[in-house]
């Protein structure tokens, strides 16, 4: 069984930085791809970013040059390194794990979420 703890939101001002972590169960990780949705209040769930098993990352349009996402096969985390927040970044933030499975492709696992705020 998956399990995905996040951390690491908060509240900022715009022009602010914030790290998000995710730490995974299991033994899957290093074949999984990884990725962080937001959802802001009356708006659908978005993909913000996502890096396959290889390192492969893809962005939004909107966080594009701002936001990093990187993984760590060792102790089964990944990473969203958010800069330059902006007030429209304001949502909670969910971590997705993709595992490869026979017959459907993928089966996708999420996290509980955690709210980032940023302040204008």
Same mark, same amino acid.
């Given at each position: 069984q998956v399990q995905l703890v996040e951390s690491g939101g908060?509240? !900022?001002q715009a022009g602010g930085s914030l790290r998000l972590s995710c730490a995974a169960s299991g /033994?899957?990780?290093s074949i999984s791809t990884m =990725?962080? +949705?937001r959802q802001a209040p009356g708006k659908q769930r978005e993909l913000v970013a996502s890096i396959t098993r =290889? =390192? /492969?990352t893809? +962005?939004?349009n909107s966080v594009k040059g701002r936001f990093t996402i990187s993984r760590d096969n060792a102790k089964n985390t990944v990473y969203l390194q958010?800069? /330059?927040l902006k007030a429209e970044d304001t949502a909670v933030y969910y971590c997705n794990q993709? !595992?490869?499975v026979l017959v459907t492709g993928t089966?996708? +696992?999420w996290g509980q979420g955690t709210q980032v705020t940023v302040s204008s």
């Open positions: 908060g509240l !900022v /033994s899957i990780f =990725g962080w +949705y =290889g =390192g /492969s893809d +962005y939004a958010m800069n /330059s993709k !595992v490869p089966q996708d +696992y």
